[in-house]
């Protein structure tokens, strides 16, 4: 009796860590990492995915001619690989943009479809020179707003969007190691809480100490050319700076 019992408690124990393991995104308390497909390989996406690498997270680089991403995958190691947005999309428990803004509307009408339900970290800026007409649409409803119209349907996360690569690279490899109140802080905004929690997760990953700052409508407040943008801050000061009052 008591070896049939141990037995079913066995299989009961492999079923939920199974379960866990079949939806990491929703597991976030729990401490297995996650796939994560990044479309685009440039300076923003090769950063933060190198310290997702880093902190053991596979990831897989995404470009129309994936080939181009191979030194950047043999530096990061056999935890990152390279493909097409469509297989990075759907490799990725989640997924993040690191391309340019204007991108945008060509890269909807290829992958759209293929980000509905995903959660998605969007760090795309525009930029009145170079997205003309979309730098305009965003100006008027809102760069949360604008991402979610080209992406509907996506869990999306306004992320990594406000501040420099190559502050992320420094403060990312740190973790705050060498800094006085912590680690950088990184704004975030999404209407998804869900979402919310897993971008919150991988800001950390990452090295960074995450600030919801509000849904996708607040994604204002951090945008390029914003008081709330290009703060190389810690929590607390980034919160006063924003005026959050949490």
Do not use: C
């Not at 995404?62 to 947005?85: F, I, N, Y």
């Not at 996708?216 to 929590?235: I, Q, R, Y």
């Amino acid at each position: 009796m008591r070896s049939d019992f141990l037995s079913r408690r066995a299989a009961l124990a492999l079923g939920a860590a199974l379960a866990l393991a079949a939806s990491p995104v929703l597991a976030q308390d729990m401490p297995a990492k996650i796939k994560i497909g990044i479309i685009g390989g440039g300076n923003i996406g090769g950063t933060i995915g190198g310290l997702w690498v880093k902190d053991g997270h596979e990831v897989m680089f995404a470009s129309r001619h994936p080939e181009k991403l191979k030194p950047l995958v043999d530096e990061l190691g056999s935890k990152a690989k390279a493909g097409t947005p469509e297989e990075a999309i759907k490799f990725g428990d989640a997924v993040f943009l690191a391309v340019p803004y204007k991108s945008y509307p060509e890269l909807s009408k290829e992958v759209a479809p293929l980000l509905k339900g995903k959660v998605v970290l969007d760090a795309g800026n525009a930029t009145e020179r170079r997205d003309g007409d979309l730098y305009a649409e965003a100006q008027k409803n809102g760069i949360g707003e604008t991402s979610a119209k080209y992406f509907p349907g996506a869990k999306l996360v306004r992320a990594f969007n406000a501040a420099n690569y190559k502050v992320f690279a420094k403060e990312g490899a740190n973790g705050g190691k060498d800094r006085t109140g912590g680690r950088m802080a990184i704004p975030i905004a999404g209407d998804d809480p869900e979402a919310l929690k897993v971008a919150e997760g991988l800001v950390r990953d990452a090295g960074f100490e995450p600030v919801v700052v509000g849904g996708l409508k607040d994604a204002d407040k951090f945008a390029m050319g914003t008081p709330g943008f290009g703060h190389d801050v810690t929590a607390p000061e980034l919160k006063e700076k924003l005026g959050l009052t949490q």
